[in-house]
C-alpha cells in the first residue's frame, strides 16, 4: 500500500467536512495529523455545497459533473432540472415555464439515462427520458452527472447517466430535524379568473442514528402547489404562395391563449440504514410522489389565410427580403372561442435495497433489488364557442394582424366583442371534425331547411401511461496486492421494464343542438360563468370565460370515442416489454507512473435485450369503424460496451483524466411497438402503391456510439478548480424516419372485403443507419475571491462554457440535426455568503436548438427553438451563521426566477419572421424559512 502523502486533496476534505470517512482506510492518523498542522476554516451554507461538488467531480473514477445540498431540501435551486442546468456542458428545456427535460453535451434527454440511488427510473411521457419535474428537489441530497461510465454503472446511455441520490443518515452524524416552507407568486397575477398566481411549498425531514450509529433513518414528507402563467402566442403555420414569380408566405392561422397551471406535488422519502457490524452494510429507501398538475387554457383560434374571410389587398404589408406577409386585414372572418382545461395526475413509486457484506478482508459481497412504477391519466379538454355553429353560421368579424419586431408573434385588430356571453355561446363553428360517426341527429337552421349534425363543439384526449421496471444485481469486489490493479469486482443484473400506452380521445356533442336563436349554439348557464380572461397581449381583449369542466361532469355534452372511425388511436395504443440481462467485470486501477499516481478503472460490460411487443393492425372498414387485429413480435440484441477511465495526478493540485467508452442509447417505446395503421386508397401513391402502413418497429435497435474525452484539472483552492477538456463522439448508428415497401399479398381490404389487386404497399416507419461524428470542448471554473484579498472573502463565482460541433448524416446520406443540441451553452454564477449573508445569481445560455414540443394528442413534434438566457437570483440570510444564537438555526430566502423575463420562442420553418410559439412566463418570486432544529 503507498504511503499517504498530505496534500491540498486532504484540506479539501477537511474544509468541506465530508471527507475523513473517505480516506480513513487510507491513513486516518495522517489526517488528523495534518488538522493540526493548519487552521481549518470550515464553510457551510452554498459554499459548503460548492466545496462538496468540487470533491465528487475530484475524486470520481469517471468523468463527472455534480451538486451536492449542504441539507436535505436546500439543493441551489427549487428545480432539480435547474440545478442540473448549471453544470458544464449540460443545459435544459422548459416546458411550461419550467426547466424539464435535460440535455448532456448536445444529445436529448432520451439518449441518457436517468438513476434515483444507482437504479434506473421509470418515465411519465411515452419515451425513456425523464421528465424532472416529477421530482421534489427538496428531498434529494445530490445529483452526480456521469459523462463516461465504467462497466459498473447500471444503466447504460450515449449522452451519460443522471444519478439523483437520497441521503444516507449514517453519513450525517448527527440528529436533523428541520422545516422548510416557501412561499410562491407570478408577476402575472391571475391571467385566468379561476386559477391560482400563489402556492405554497413545505418540507419536513428528520435523520436520525441509533445504538452507537449502527442503525439510522432519514423521512422527508414534502408538499406544494406551484402556480404557473403564461401568455403564448402560437401559429397554425404558414402557408406560401407565388405571385409574378416571387415566392411569399402568409398566416394560415393563429392560436393564441393565456395558461395558469397549478402543479401539486406531494411526496414522501424513508431511508433505513443499517451497519450493525463491520462486515454487513444494509440501506433501504423508498420514494413516493403523488403529481397532479392542473392547466386552465383561454383563448381564441383566428383563422387567416386558412379562414373563411377574404384577404383586403390593400392592407397587406410584405418584407420584401422573405417574401413574408407581416399584416393584414382579413374581412367576414369567423374564431373559435376555447375554453379548455387540462388535468395530468401521475403516481410514482420506487424501493430499492442495498445490501454489502464482507466476506472477508479481501472480499465483498453485494445485493441490489429495486422496483419502480407509474401510472400517468391526461385527460385535455376543449371546448368550443363562437356566433354561430358551423359553417359561415352567426355574425363574422373583420380581423386584421400586424407582426411585432423581436420574433413576439402578432397583434389584431377585430371589431366583435368577444367578451359578451349574449353574442359568444357554446358550440363547434367552422364545423371541425365533420364527421357522420357522431350522430344521426337533425336540426333546423334559420330556414328551417334540415342539416345534419356533423359537428364536434369540443374534444377530450385522455391518454394513460405505465410504466415498470423490476431488477435485480448481484456483484463482488476483491482486493489485489498489486502495484497496478488494487480490485477486481464483477457483477450479474436482470431487468424487467415493461411500459404501456392507451391513447383514446371523445369528440363533444352538445346534446340539445336546435336551440331557438337559430345559431345552433348553447348560451352559457349563469352558474358555470366566472366572467372573462384578458387578451390584451394579443390585442382581442376580453373573452368569455366558464366552467366546461363543470358543464362536461353535469352531462350538458354527449361523448363519442374517436377511435371507433380513427385509427390513430390504435397507433398510439401499445405495450413494450424488455428483459435486460448484463454482466460486467471490472479492474480498478491505482498504480504509480513516473512518480505520479494513476487511478482509474477498465472493464466490460455484456447487455442482452429481449423485447416484447404487442398492438395492433388497424383499418377501416366499408361503414366508417376500425378493425383491430392483433399485433405481436419478439426481437432480440446484445452488445459489448468496453470502457475505460484514467486520471493521472501531476501533482497535488494538477490532474490529466481520459476516458473512453463505447455506449449504446435504446430506441423510444414510442417508436419500436408493434402497432400499425394500413390504409388503403383509391389513388396511387407517388411509388404506384394503393397500401400504406404507418406505425412503429418492432425491429430497432440501440443507437451506437464511442466516445473518448481527454480533461486537464487544476484543484488549486479547496473552494477552487478550473478544468479545459475536449470530448469526442463517434456515432456509429442512428435512428430516422424512413419509407420502404412491403408485401400485402392476402390481406383484405377492409372497405371492399376483398384482397386488392396490388398488394405492394408504401411503408413509413423508424430504421436504424446513418452516422457521424459529434465532437466539442468545455471550460469550467470556480473561483473564490478570497485568492485576490482577504476582504473578499466570501465572494466567488462559478462559470462553464461548452462548443459543440457535430457532422451527422441520416441512412440516406442526408445532413441531419440532433435533437437538444446547442452549438453553444453557457453557465454563470456569482455569489456571496459570509456572516450569515447569502446572495447568488446565477444564468443559463444556451444557442438555438432542434426540441420536441407536445402536438395534436399529445405526439411530440420537432421544431426550431430559439436560444435563450435565463437569470435567477437569490437573497438568503442564516441567523445563526451571524452569530444571533437566540435565531440559531433559522434562515431566510428570496429567489426571483427568470430575472429578465425571457421567452420560449420556436419557428415554423427557417424564417425567423415565421413564430410558431411565443411565450412568456414572466418572472416568479419565491419567499422561503427554513429552521433547523
Same mark, same amino acid.
Given at each position: $500500500?503507498?504511503?499517504f ?8 476534505l477537511?474544509t468541506a ?13 495522517s ?40 441539507d ?18 449540460i443545459?435544459?428545456q422548459?416546458?411550461?415555464? *419550467? ?6 453535451r448536445g ?6 439515462a ?20 416529477? !421530482?421534489p428537489?427538496e ?26 441520490q437520497?441521503v444516507?443518515?449514517l ?10 416552507a416557501?412561499y ?24 436520525d ?6 442503525f ?13 402563467q ?34 401539486e &406535488? ?13 462486515k454487513?452494510s ?5 420514494l413516493?410522489?403523488?403529481f ?8 381564441i383560434?383566428?383563422?387567416?389565410a ?8 390593400q ?15 382579413t374581412e367576414g372572418? &369567423? ?11 401521475a403516481e ?10 464482507e466476506?472477508?478482508?479481501?472480499t ?12 400517468n ?21 373583420n380581423?386584421g ?21 349574449n ?6 363553428p ?11 341527429k337533425y ?15 369540443g374534444?377530450?384526449n ?5 410504466d ?16 497496478f ?6 457483477g ?11 391513447s ?14 337559430n ?15 384578458n ?11 366558464? +366552467? ?10 354527449s361523448?363519442?370515442a ?23 467485470v ?5 498504480a ?11 472493464g466490460? *460490460?455484456?447487455?442482452?435485450t ?13 361503414s ?25 495526478? /501531476?501533482?497535488?493540485?494538477?490532474m490529466l ?6 455506449? /449504446?442509447?435504446?430506441?423510444? $417505446? ?16 407517388d ?5 400504406e ?14 466516445g473518448?474525452?481527454?480533461? !486537464?484539472?487544476n !484543484?488549486?483552492?479547496?473552494?477552487? !478548480? ?14 430516422f424516419?424512413s ?21 405492394t404497399?408504401?411503408r ?18 470556480t ?9 473578499l472573502?466570501?465572494?466567488? /463565482? ?35 455568503e ?8 446565477s444564468? *443559463? ?16 413534434e420537432?421544431?426550431d /427553438? ?5 437569470w435567477?437570483?437569490?437573497?438568503g440570510y +442564516? ?15 428570496l429567489?426571483?426566477q ?10 415554423s420553418?427557417?424564417?425567423?419572421l415565421?413564430i &410558431? ?7 416568479v ?9
Amino acid at each position: $500500500m503507498s504511503t499517504f502523502k498530505p496534500s491540498m486533496l486532504t484540506l479539501a476534505l477537511v474544509t468541506a467536512g465530508v471527507g475523513n470517512y473517505a480516506i480513513a482506510a487510507e491513513n486516518e492518523e495522517s489526517v488528523k495529523s495534518e488538522q493540526k498542522k493548519v487552521e481549518v476554516v470550515e464553510v457551510r451554507g452554498f459554499r459548503a455545497s460548492v466545496v462538496k461538488s468540487i470533491n465528487t467531480k475530484r475524486f470520481s473514477s469517471e468523468v463527472v459533473e455534480s451538486i451536492s445540498a449542504e441539507d436535505i431540501g436546500k439543493l441551489p435551486d427549487s428545480s432539480i432540472a435547474e440545478s442540473i442546468a448549471r453544470l458544464p456542458g449540460i443545459t435544459s428545456q422548459r416546458l411550461d415555464g *419550467r426547466s424539464n427535460k435535460v440535455t448532456v453535451r448536445g444529445f436529448s434527454e432520451n439518449e441518457g439515462a436517468t438513476t434515483l440511488n444507482g437504479r434506473e427510473q421509470v418515465s411519465i411521457n411515452d419515451n425513456r427520458g425523464v421528465e424532472f419535474d416529477l !421530482y421534489p428537489s427538496e428531498i434529494m441530497s445530490g445529483v452526480t452527472v456521469y459523462k463516461t461510465p465504467s462497466a459498473s454503472l447500471e444503466a447504460e446511455g450515449i449522452a451519460g447517466v443522471i444519478d439523483m441520490q437520497t441521503v444516507r443518515p449514517l453519513s450525517m452524524g448527527e440528529r436533523v430535524v428541520q422545516v422548510n416552507a416557501l412561499y410562491e407568486k407570478s408577476d402575472l397575477g391571475k391571467l385566468n379568473p379561476d386559477a391560482d398566481d400563489a402556492g405554497l411549498r413545505g418540507t419536513f425531514s428528520y435523520i436520525d442514528q441509533f445504538a452507537d450509529d449502527k442503525f439510522g433513518i432519514a423521512f422527508a414528507l414534502t408538499t406544494s402547489s406551484s402556480p404557473n402563467q403564461e401568455k403564448r402566442w402560437n401559429s397554425w403555420g404558414y402557408p406560401e404562395f407565388e405571385e409574378n414569380g416571387k415566392q411569399y408566405s402568409v398566416l394560415g392561422g393563429a392560436k393564441p391563449f393565456v395558461r395558469s397551471t397549478t402543479l401539486e &406535488r406531494d411526496s414522501a422519502m424513508f431511508v433505513f440504514e443499517a451497519a450493525p457490524n463491520d462486515k454487513l452494510s444494509l440501506v433501504f429507501d423508498a420514494l413516493y410522489i403523488d403529481f397532479k398538475e392542473d392547466k386552465i387554457l383561454r383563448g381564441i383560434e383566428i383563422p387567416f389565410a386558412w379562414g373563411q374571410g377574404t384577404i383586403n389587398p390593400q392592407s397587406v404589408s410584405v418584407d420584401e427580403a422573405t417574401g413574408f406577409i407581416t399584416s393584414a386585414t382579413t374581412e367576414g372572418q &369567423r374564431v373559435v372561442v376555447r375554453n379548455d382545461y387540462e388535468s395530468k395526475e401521475a403516481e410514482m413509486q420506487a424501493f430499492g435495497l442495498n445490501a454489502t457484506y464482507e466476506l472477508s478482508d479481501t472480499t465483498t459481497l453485494e445485493l441490489d433489488i429495486s422496483h419502480s412504477n407509474v401510472e400517468n391519466k391526461i385527460w385535455s379538454l376543449e371546448s368550443y364557442s363562437g356566433t354561430g355553429r358551423g359553417d359561415s353560421r352567426g355574425a363574422a368579424d373583420n380581423i386584421g394582424y400586424t407582426f411585432n419586431s423581436g420574433n413576439t408573434g402578432a397583434q389584431f385588430t377585430h371589431e366583435l366583442d368577444y367578451s359578451d356571453f349574449n353574442l359568444i355561446k357554446i358550440g363547434g363553428p367552422l364545423s371541425w371534425g365533420a364527421s357522420s360517426a357522431l350522430n344521426d341527429k337533425y336540426g333546423t337552421n334559420s330556414d328551417d331547411h334540415p342539416f345534419k349534425n356533423t359537428l364536434q363543439d369540443g374534444f377530450i384526449n385522455a391518454p394513460v401511461l405505465e410504466d415498470e421496471i423490476n431488477s435485480l444485481k448481484l456483484a463482488a469486489k476483491h482486493a489485489l496486492e498489486s502495484d497496478f490493479i488494487s480490485s477486481v469486482e464483477a457483477g450479474v443484473s436482470y431487468k424487467e421494464r415493461e411500459k404501456s400506452k392507451v391513447s383514446e380521445g371523445y369528440f363533444m356533442t352538445l346534446k340539445d343542438f336546435s336551440f331557438p336563436d337559430n345559431t345552433g349554439l348553447l348560451e352559457v348557464p349563469e352558474q358555470y360563468r366566472l366572467g372573462t380572461a384578458n387578451l390584451d397581449f394579443i390585442g382581442m381583449g376580453n373573452m368569455i370565460a366558464y +366552467d366546461s369542466r363543470a358543464m362536461v361532469a353535469d352531462g350538458y355534452f354527449s361523448l363519442l370515442a374517436e377511435s371507433l372511425t380513427d385509427t390513430s388511436h390504435a397507433a398510439r395504443t401499445w405495450s413494450v416489454s424488455e428483459e435486460v440481462t448484463a454482466a460486467f467485470v471490472q479492474a480498478n486501477i491505482d498504480a504509480e507512473v513516473a512518480d505520479m499516481p494513476l487511478k482509474g478503472n477498465f472493464g466490460l *460490460r455484456y447487455v442482452k435485450t429481449d423485447v416484447s411487443t404487442k398492438g395492433a393492425k388497424a383499418g377501416v372498414s366499408d361503414s366508417g369503424q376500425v378493425v383491430l387485429e392483433d399485433s405481436s413480435e419478439n426481437h432480440d440484441y446484445s452488445h459489448l460496451l468496453p470502457s475505460l477511465n484514467l486520471s493521472l495526478s /501531476i501533482d497535488d493540485e494538477q490532474m490529466l483524466r481520459f476516458g473512453y467508452a463505447k455506449t /449504446i442509447s435504446r430506441p423510444k $417505446m414510442s417508436d419500436m411497438n408493434s402497432s400499425v395503421v394500413r390504409t388503403y386508397k383509391d389513388t396511387p401513391d407517388d411509388n404506384g402503391n394503393n397500401w400504406e402502413i404507418t406505425g412503429g418497429n418492432p425491429k430497432l435497435e440501440p443507437k451506437e456510439a464511442d466516445g473518448f474525452d481527454l480533461t !486537464y484539472e487544476n !484543484y488549486y483552492h479547496t473552494e477552487g !478548480y478550473f478544468s479545459a477538456g475536449v470530448f469526442y463522439k463517434d456515432l456509429k448508428t442512428w435512428i430516422f424516419d424512413s419509407v420502404t415497401e412491403e408485401d400485402l399479398s392476402g390481406v383484405i381490404n377492409p372497405k371492399t372485403g376483398e384482397v386488392p389487386a396490388n398488394p405492394t404497399a408504401t411503408r413509413k416507419l423508424k430504421v436504424n443507419g446513418g452516422g457521424g461524428n459529434l465532437w466539442g470542448y468545455e471550460a469550467a471554473v470556480t473561483f473564490p475571491f478570497s485568492l485576490i484579498h482577504d476582504s473578499l472573502e466570501g465572494f466567488g /463565482i462559478i462559470a462553464s462554457h461548452t462548443r459543440i460541433h457535430q457532422d451527422v448524416e441520416d441512412h440516406n446520406g442526408n445532413e441531419y440535426e440532433l435533437p437538444g443540441l446547442s452549438e453553444k451553452v453557457q453557465n454563470l454564477t456569482f455569489f456571496y455568503e459570509n456572516h450569515g449573508f447569502q446572495f447568488r445569481t446565477s444564468m *443559463r445560455k444556451r444557442s438555438d436548438f432542434k426540441g420536441e414540443v407536445y402536438g395534436t394528442g399529445f405526439k411530440t413534434e420537432q421544431v426550431d /427553438i430559439l436560444g435563450e438566457t435565463i437569470w435567477d437570483a437569490q437573497l438568503g440570510y +442564516d441567523f445563526g451563521e451571524a452569530g444571533i444564537k437566540s435565531l440559531e438555526g433559522l434562515t431566510l430566502s428570496l429567489q426571483v426566477q427568470n430575472l429578465t423575463e425571457e421567452p420560449f420562442t420556436s419557428l415554423s420553418g427557417d424564417n425567423a419572421l415565421q413564430i &410558431r410559439d411565443y411565450q412568456d412566463y414572466g418572472r416568479v418570486f419565491l419567499l422561503g424559512a427554513s429552521y433547523k432544529f
